[in-house]
């Protein structure tokens, strides 16, 4: 399966709502030297970059949710969105 940034990034946004909801900028760029996607979220000073393995970008755009990625967006919503740090609905 043919992974692009654009792709990958959409469905990821379609598998996690809360980064529309709560107005996270979010990029994806594929890094070769690790065979990873970085993808890097930002809400006003905090930012988060956390990566997602190729093999699980492929899967991912299959619709399964890799629990990596939704431990890593699930801590940055709470820690920055519903802990009152600036974040809103």
Not at 14 to 21: D, L, Q
Not at 51 to 69: P, R, S
Request: some cysteine; glycine content about 8%; charged content about 20%.
């Amino acid at each position: 399966m043919n992974v692009t940034p654009e792709t990958l990034l959409a469905k990821i946004r379609e598998m996690y709502p809360e980064i529309g909801r709560y107005g996270l900028d979010a990029s994806l760029a594929f890094d070769a030297a690790t065979d990873t996607w970085l993808l890097k979220l930002v809400k006003d000073a905090h930012e988060l970059v956390t990566h997602v393995e190729a093999a699980d970008a492929a899967t991912c755009l299959q619709g399964v949710e890799c629990v990596h990625l939704s431990h890593q967006i699930g801590r940055f919503v709470r820690t920055y969105c519903e802990g009152g740090a600036g974040c809103g609905t």
